[in-house]
């Protein structure tokens, strides 16, 4: 999708660059060929040599070069085509605002599921994480990724997509789990269960080394990551389908990855009752 992409380039923004995709204009080496037949088009002067640039950026990789210049609820476009190169993560904190510390990171590749728990082995995230090009989270460019940063000191320097963003853009909106459950994708052994409650299960860890708590977190933790690919994935076939002919992409079948983690009866049980005690008898 990026190679149908003029929106980064300076001075187009969406309309100017939908006007050029219904003109049959939709990647950077029709326009090249309809200036050189000598057609009228909007911006060469700052549009031909952004081809040039963005061409060459996209034959090293650098995906964060376009992830810099797109507005955030346009980053879908750095997915379609780097699918294998694309991780998704997601953090569970002690839940201390921007003091926090990370308890729990959940890492999902598209195939493989891969945990990281404090006091254990979370030192080991930042080389697993150092081999993507591109990181989706959701609102993680206000959490996640500066919460990484301040306490693992990674620089996480790679392109990111922010699902929240991108998700809004459509007009779907409310926290990840009430995005999963506008499109359908709700999660029925985890219902009643949030970020408080993530906090205490870890407290509750932490306090009594049971681990059906950390397990418990985990598969949480899990959750939310692994159901970012299929939201994505939705979220592009949105797109997609708006756009003409000329500019549409293929997309992959999101994948069923085996989870490592399930949750404990007892402990999700537990959840729900201060989950009901501070919200009221939904469960």
């Known amino acids: 999708m990026i190679q149908h992409s003029f929106i980064h380039m300076q001075g187009v923004g969406k309309a100017t660059e939908e006007k050029l995709w219904h003109r ?11 200036h050189e037949r000598g057609e009228k088009l909007p911006m060469p002067g700052t549009v031909l040599p952004g081809i040039r640039t963005s061409r060459r950026r996209y034959e090293e990789g650098d995906l964060l070069h376009f992830q810099g210049l797109m507005p955030a609820g346009e980053a879908w476009r750095l997915f379609p085509g780097f699918q294998e190169t694309t991780c998704y993560l997601d953090i569970e904190t002690t839940g201390d605002g921007p003091w926090c510390d990370i308890t729990t990171i959940a890492l999902y590749d598209g195939n493989t599921v891969r945990t990281y728990v404090n006091g254990e082995n979370l030192a080991d995230f930042a080389e697993a994480v150092s081999g993507f090009t591109t990181v989706v989270t959701y609102n993680g460019k206000c959490f996640d990724i500066p919460v990484i940063r301040r306490v693992l000191g990674i620089p996480m320097e790679m392109a990111h997509i922010d699902l929240r963003y991108v998700l809004g853009s459509l007009g779907i909106k409310g926290g990840l789990k009430r995005c999963e459950e506008t499109l359908g994708m709700g999660r029925t052994d985890l219902a009643g269960v949030d970020g408080s409650s993530a906090v205490v299960m870890w407290d509750r860890y932490r306090q009594s080394g049971d681990r059906r708590y950390l397990e418990t977190l985990l598969a949480y933790n899990v959750a939310d990551t692994v159901n970012m690919e299929p939201l994505l994935v ?3 076939r ?3 389908n708006a756009l003409p002919e000329g500019a549409r992409f293929p997309l992959p079948t999101p994948g069923s990855p085996r989870l490592p983690y399930a949750p404990d009866h007892g402990v999700i049980e537990e959840m729900r009752r201060i989950y009901r005690s501070s919200h009221g008898n939904l469960w």
């Open 238 to 240: 949105m797109r997609r």
């Open 234 to 236: 939705e979220a592009c």
């Open 24 to 34: 049959g204009i939709t990647t950077w080496s029709l326009y090249e060929e309809a």
